[in-house]
Protein backbone atom coordinates (compact mmCIF):
# COMPACT_ATOMS: atom_id res chain seq x y z
CA UNK A 1 0.00 0.00 0.00
CA UNK A 2 2.75 2.39 0.62
CA UNK A 3 3.91 2.45 -2.62
CA UNK A 4 0.10 2.90 -4.11
CA UNK A 5 0.27 5.91 -2.16
CA UNK A 6 3.49 7.38 -3.36
CA UNK A 7 1.58 7.09 -6.71
CA UNK A 8 -1.03 8.69 -5.78
CA UNK A 9 0.84 11.54 -4.33
CA UNK A 10 3.41 12.08 -7.38
CA UNK A 11 0.12 11.85 -9.57
CA UNK A 12 -1.34 14.87 -7.29
CA UNK A 13 1.34 17.09 -7.66
CA UNK A 14 2.31 16.35 -10.96
CA UNK A 15 -1.40 17.53 -12.11
CA UNK A 16 -1.71 20.16 -9.27
CA UNK A 17 -1.35 23.04 -11.76
CA UNK A 18 -3.36 22.46 -14.86
CA UNK A 19 -2.21 23.73 -18.13
CA UNK A 20 -3.18 22.28 -21.66
CA UNK A 21 -5.95 19.46 -22.30
CA UNK A 22 -4.78 16.51 -24.74
CA UNK A 23 -7.82 13.55 -25.82
CA UNK A 24 -9.65 15.16 -22.31
CA UNK A 25 -6.38 14.27 -20.05
CA UNK A 26 -5.32 17.44 -18.66
CA UNK A 27 -1.48 17.66 -18.26
CA UNK A 28 0.62 20.03 -16.59
CA UNK A 29 2.30 23.40 -18.57
CA UNK A 30 5.61 22.16 -20.21
CA UNK A 31 9.12 24.04 -20.46
CA UNK A 32 9.77 25.91 -23.98
CA UNK A 33 12.46 24.31 -26.38
CA UNK A 34 15.24 26.28 -28.28
CA UNK A 35 14.17 26.95 -32.02
CA UNK A 36 10.23 28.07 -31.66
CA UNK A 37 10.06 25.04 -29.39
CA UNK A 38 10.65 26.72 -25.97
CA UNK A 39 13.90 27.11 -24.04
CA UNK A 40 14.72 25.23 -20.30
CA UNK A 41 16.69 22.14 -22.04
CA UNK A 42 13.81 19.63 -22.91
CA UNK A 43 14.96 16.78 -24.65
CA UNK A 44 11.46 16.27 -26.82
CA UNK A 45 13.54 13.04 -28.47
CA UNK A 46 14.29 11.56 -25.65
CA UNK A 47 10.71 12.00 -24.49
CA UNK A 48 9.27 10.44 -27.58
CA UNK A 49 11.78 7.45 -27.02
CA UNK A 50 10.58 7.17 -23.13
CA UNK A 51 6.99 6.89 -24.79
CA UNK A 52 7.42 4.50 -27.06
CA UNK A 53 9.31 2.42 -24.30
CA UNK A 54 6.56 2.97 -21.83
CA UNK A 55 3.81 2.49 -24.14
CA UNK A 56 5.49 -1.16 -25.27
CA UNK A 57 5.63 -1.62 -21.81
CA UNK A 58 2.16 -1.02 -20.68
CA UNK A 59 0.88 -2.92 -23.79
CA UNK A 60 3.36 -6.04 -22.70
CA UNK A 61 1.55 -5.69 -18.93
CA UNK A 62 -2.20 -5.42 -20.41
CA UNK A 63 -1.23 -8.43 -22.35
CA UNK A 64 -0.34 -10.35 -19.48
CA UNK A 65 -3.57 -9.39 -17.68
CA UNK A 66 -5.61 -9.85 -20.47
CA UNK A 67 -4.20 -13.35 -21.03
CA UNK A 68 -4.83 -14.24 -17.35
CA UNK A 69 -7.95 -12.70 -17.13
CA UNK A 70 -9.45 -15.28 -19.94
CA UNK A 71 -8.19 -17.60 -18.43
CA UNK A 72 -9.88 -16.92 -14.86
CA UNK A 73 -13.10 -15.76 -16.48
CA UNK A 74 -13.26 -19.18 -18.48
CA UNK A 75 -12.72 -21.40 -15.43
CA UNK A 76 -15.54 -19.16 -13.11
CA UNK A 77 -18.42 -20.22 -16.15
CA UNK A 78 -17.67 -16.80 -17.74
CA UNK A 79 -16.65 -17.56 -21.16
CA UNK A 80 -18.34 -15.33 -23.28
CA UNK A 81 -16.20 -12.37 -20.64
CA UNK A 82 -13.31 -14.29 -21.40
CA UNK A 83 -13.70 -13.68 -25.33
CA UNK A 84 -14.55 -10.25 -24.73
CA UNK A 85 -10.69 -10.05 -22.75
CA UNK A 86 -9.24 -11.69 -26.08
CA UNK A 87 -10.52 -8.98 -28.39
CA UNK A 88 -7.86 -6.96 -27.30
CA UNK A 89 -4.49 -9.51 -27.58
CA UNK A 90 -4.18 -8.72 -30.91
CA UNK A 91 -4.16 -5.10 -30.80
CA UNK A 92 -1.62 -5.23 -27.82
CA UNK A 93 0.86 -7.11 -29.12
CA UNK A 94 1.67 -4.50 -31.58
CA UNK A 95 3.65 -2.88 -28.97
CA UNK A 96 4.82 0.76 -29.12
CA UNK A 97 2.90 1.22 -32.27
CA UNK A 98 -0.47 0.87 -29.96
CA UNK A 99 -2.14 3.96 -29.99
CA UNK A 100 -3.61 5.76 -27.01
CA UNK A 101 -6.94 5.24 -27.43
CA UNK A 102 -6.05 1.56 -28.24
CA UNK A 103 -4.30 1.51 -24.80
CA UNK A 104 -7.40 3.18 -22.85
CA UNK A 105 -9.98 0.97 -24.20
CA UNK A 106 -7.58 -2.41 -23.56
CA UNK A 107 -7.10 -0.82 -19.66
CA UNK A 108 -10.67 -0.19 -19.24
CA UNK A 109 -12.14 -3.78 -20.38
CA UNK A 110 -8.98 -4.79 -18.47
CA UNK A 111 -10.61 -3.26 -14.96
CA UNK A 112 -14.15 -4.22 -16.09
CA UNK A 113 -13.36 -7.96 -16.48
CA UNK A 114 -11.32 -7.94 -13.22
CA UNK A 115 -14.20 -6.66 -11.44
CA UNK A 116 -15.95 -9.55 -13.49
CA UNK A 117 -13.86 -11.92 -11.62
CA UNK A 118 -13.78 -10.39 -8.06
CA UNK A 119 -17.67 -10.59 -8.52
CA UNK A 120 -17.68 -13.82 -9.34
CA UNK A 121 -14.92 -15.03 -7.04
CA UNK A 122 -17.27 -14.05 -3.76
CA UNK A 123 -20.19 -15.96 -5.32
CA UNK A 124 -18.10 -19.29 -6.12
CA UNK A 125 -15.98 -20.44 -3.25
CA UNK A 126 -14.69 -23.35 -4.80
CA UNK A 127 -13.78 -24.75 -8.38
CA UNK A 128 -13.77 -28.28 -9.46
CA UNK A 129 -10.57 -30.24 -10.45
CA UNK A 130 -10.69 -28.79 -14.37
CA UNK A 131 -11.36 -25.40 -13.69
CA UNK A 132 -9.16 -25.03 -11.34
CA UNK A 133 -6.76 -25.91 -13.40
CA UNK A 134 -7.12 -23.37 -15.68
CA UNK A 135 -7.46 -20.34 -12.98
CA UNK A 136 -4.26 -21.96 -11.97
CA UNK A 137 -2.48 -21.35 -15.53
CA UNK A 138 -3.78 -17.68 -15.28
CA UNK A 139 -1.74 -16.67 -12.12
CA UNK A 140 1.81 -16.44 -13.98
CA UNK A 141 0.54 -13.64 -16.84
CA UNK A 142 -1.36 -12.08 -14.13
CA UNK A 143 1.69 -11.50 -11.63
CA UNK A 144 3.96 -9.98 -14.63
CA UNK A 145 1.20 -8.26 -15.81
CA UNK A 146 0.80 -6.52 -12.31
CA UNK A 147 4.64 -6.40 -11.77
CA UNK A 148 4.09 -4.49 -15.45
CA UNK A 149 2.01 -2.04 -14.52
CA UNK A 150 3.40 -0.68 -11.19
CA UNK A 151 6.56 -0.58 -13.02
CA UNK A 152 5.32 1.30 -16.35
CA UNK A 153 3.11 3.51 -13.89
CA UNK A 154 5.68 4.54 -11.69
CA UNK A 155 8.40 5.77 -14.73
CA UNK A 156 5.63 7.41 -16.63
CA UNK A 157 4.52 9.60 -13.60
CA UNK A 158 8.40 10.36 -12.46
CA UNK A 159 9.13 11.72 -16.22
CA UNK A 160 5.98 13.68 -16.55
CA UNK A 161 6.54 15.25 -12.77
CA UNK A 162 10.42 16.10 -13.70
CA UNK A 163 9.07 18.14 -17.57
CA UNK A 164 8.21 21.71 -16.01
CA UNK A 165 5.73 24.24 -16.19
CA UNK A 166 5.04 26.15 -19.41
CA UNK A 167 2.95 25.19 -21.56
CA UNK A 168 3.80 24.06 -25.13
CA UNK A 169 0.95 22.30 -27.25
CA UNK A 170 2.99 21.38 -29.78
CA UNK A 171 5.18 19.01 -27.53
CA UNK A 172 2.28 17.84 -25.44
CA UNK A 173 0.71 16.56 -28.91
CA UNK A 174 3.57 14.39 -29.07
CA UNK A 175 3.33 12.89 -25.63
CA UNK A 176 0.14 12.40 -25.32
CA UNK A 177 0.43 8.64 -24.09
CA UNK A 178 3.04 9.23 -21.74
CA UNK A 179 0.62 11.67 -20.00
CA UNK A 180 -2.23 9.07 -20.33
CA UNK A 181 -0.36 6.36 -18.74
CA UNK A 182 0.79 8.73 -15.41
CA UNK A 183 -2.59 9.72 -15.30
CA UNK A 184 -4.39 6.18 -15.58
CA UNK A 185 -2.53 3.58 -14.18
CA UNK A 186 -2.75 4.53 -10.27
CA UNK A 187 -6.50 3.72 -10.18
CA UNK A 188 -6.00 0.91 -11.60
CA UNK A 189 -3.18 -0.59 -9.72
CA UNK A 190 -5.39 0.66 -6.21
CA UNK A 191 -7.69 -1.78 -8.14
CA UNK A 192 -5.62 -4.59 -8.43
CA UNK A 193 -4.31 -4.17 -5.19
CA UNK A 194 -7.58 -5.20 -3.88
CA UNK A 195 -8.64 -7.90 -6.23
CA UNK A 196 -4.92 -9.87 -5.85
CA UNK A 197 -5.98 -10.03 -1.92
CA UNK A 198 -9.24 -11.42 -2.64
CA UNK A 199 -7.45 -14.10 -5.67
CA UNK A 200 -5.16 -14.73 -2.57
CA UNK A 201 -7.54 -15.65 -0.52
CA UNK A 202 -9.26 -17.74 -3.28
CA UNK A 203 -6.42 -19.45 -4.22
CA UNK A 204 -6.07 -20.61 -0.74
CA UNK A 205 -9.22 -22.37 -0.68
CA UNK A 206 -8.80 -23.60 -3.58
CA UNK A 207 -5.22 -25.27 -2.59
CA UNK A 208 -3.68 -23.33 -6.30
CA UNK A 209 -0.26 -22.08 -5.81
CA UNK A 210 0.21 -18.46 -4.67
CA UNK A 211 3.35 -17.35 -5.42
CA UNK A 212 2.75 -15.32 -8.58
CA UNK A 213 -0.18 -13.58 -6.46
CA UNK A 214 2.34 -12.98 -3.77
CA UNK A 215 4.60 -11.60 -6.06
CA UNK A 216 2.23 -9.67 -7.56
CA UNK A 217 1.76 -7.80 -4.27
CA UNK A 218 5.51 -7.37 -3.29
CA UNK A 219 5.34 -5.39 -6.38
CA UNK A 220 2.52 -2.94 -5.74
CA UNK A 221 4.10 -2.68 -2.12
CA UNK A 222 1.81 -4.34 0.18
Not at 71 to 96: N, P, R, S, W
Not at 114 to 134: R, Y
Not at 202 to 220: G, Q, R, S, V
Amino acid sequence: MKLIRCFFMILIVTFAQKGNSFGGIDVPKLPGLPGGLGGGGLNVDALTGKQSQLVKSMSSALLNLTEAQSKFLEALGEKEAAIAALMYVDALKKGEGIGKDDLEKALNQTKKSQQIIDKKILEQKVLDVKSKAIFAKGLPPYGRGVSGLVSTGFQAQQTVSSIGSNPNPLIISKIGSLFFIAKSTPSAISLFSSSTGTMMDFANTNEIDTKPLEEAKDAMGD
